[in-house]
């Protein structure tokens, strides 16, 4: 905020209120009512450069930002829910979100405002340019983005734990695979692995079965069943206190073809290469293209790919995102899912994806499963 001289940076959109307060409003959180209802009772936090942090929040959610929020500034405004608290307790606020997020906003007099012009909505964006003439409006997204890409030790801890829990669950997962069983009993399975494990929720638990269903990105879940010779293909993203592990694997039902063989050789050469460089210093782009150089050498010239690996946080494509044009170099802190996924149809989808921390002085690899072909 010193650098952008910003006075007050304000948090609107889900995946950024939970990133600086910590209470549970995305898509993602055990209880998603808060995401639910976002638009007509939204959640805002208002960071002052002197340190201040408010929070304001509908009222009826004032038990569950002092169960789960750190920020003790909590200021609420009129909701529909009827709640009977004990005397002394914030009794309801009669005034509109947006009036209670104005008045927030002018008490602090900012020549600067930086807030999330994709996000919030033109209404509320028009009635804050009006009510604050004074002032300059900035968008808040790129200092979000380059806030989240290095990670505390909690962040990381938090991550940790997700790429664990995952890595259980898949594990689980691929145990129970054999002839008969159906994309829909193996997801099944996956996501009670997931929550028996400790984990919150998923952001995606994709299991592509086959020719058709393997090389098909958003498959959902179906009663196909496995039979033999299908390769099979796992990705999965897990969360843990709202933080996310995306990793992925490939299993391969007996006969394996030679054809399937050297696909998956290709994918796990340049995942391993790239996972061998990465160090703080080294350019993202230089990552892709390391990637990309081994896929065409080893299998297809023709092999493209727009990210081979992505950041992963409070959402499952956070920055740096590892494409050809990313000149960011690596920083200690990072957390990067990299993976190099190859889809055929009439054959199937190959991939192995690792979550990657990047340390002082080189990276970790947070899953500690094979990344072997599973051949069942």
């Known amino acids: 905020m010193d650098r952008e001289n910003v006075d007050i940076l304000l948090a609107s959109s889900p995946a950024n209120v939970f990133y ?32 201040a942090f408010k929070l304001i929040i509908t009222n009826s959610a004032l038990e569950l930002a002092s ?87 909690e962040e990381i801890r938090r991550v940790k734990e997700a790429t664990r829990i995952l890595g ?21 399975i996956l ?9 919150d929720s998923w952001h995606q638990t994709t299991i592509a079965t086959g020719p058709e269903n393997g090389p098909d990105i958003f498959n959902q879940a179906s009663k196909r069943k496995i039979v033999s010779g299908d390769i099979i293909r796992l990705d999965i993203g897990c969360l843990y ?15 394996v073809t030679r054809e399937a063989e050297k696909i998956y050789d290709a994918v796990k050469e340049a995942t391993d290469r790239a996972i061998d460089v990465m160090k703080p210093g080294i350019k993202i782009c230089e990552i892709h293209q390391l990637i990309t150089d081994i896929v065409k050498q080893k299998y297809d010239v023709n092999y493209t790919r727009g990210n081979v690996g992505h950041g992963v946080g409070v959402e499952l494509y956070d920055n740096p995102e590892v494409t050809a044009n990313n000149e960011q170099k690596l920083l200690p802190g990072m957390t990067i899912s990299i993976e190099a996924p190859y889809h055929k149809l009439g054959i199937g989808g190959f991939i192995v994806e690792d979550s990657i921390l990047i340390t002082d002085k080189g990276c970790e690899d947070l899953t500690t499963m094979s990344r072997e072909l599973f051949v069942v």
């Open 241 to 255: 206190q709202g933080y996310t592990a995306d990793n992925a694997r490939t299993v391969a039902v007996k006969p």
């Open 191 to 199: 996501k009670t692995a997931i929550l028996c494990e400790g984990g």
């Open 20 to 51: 600086i307060s910590d209470i549970p409003c995305t898509c993602t959180a055990p209880n998603r009512l808060l995401f639910t209802v976002f638009q007509a009772s939204p959640v805002f936090c208002v960071l002052t450069r002197t340190g």
């Open 67 to 153: 169960k789960s929020c750190w920020i003790n500034d909590i200021i609420t405004y009129k909701t529909g829910t009827y709640i009977v608290r004990p005397q002394g307790v914030s009794t309801q606020n009669q005034r509109l979100s947006s009036d209670v997020l104005i008045e927030t906003l002018k008490e602090n007099k900012p020549k600067v405002l930086a807030l999330e012009k994709p996000v919030l909505n033109y209404e509320l964006h028009e009635k804050i340019r009006k009510s604050l003439p004074g002032t300059k409006l900035i968008d808040a997204s790129p200092l979000f983005k380059e806030l989240r890409m290095i990670k505390t030790t």
């Open 168 to 188: 259980s669950a898949t594990m689980k997962t691929i145990n129970s695979i054999e002839k008969g069983i159906t994309e829909l009993e193996l997801d099944n």
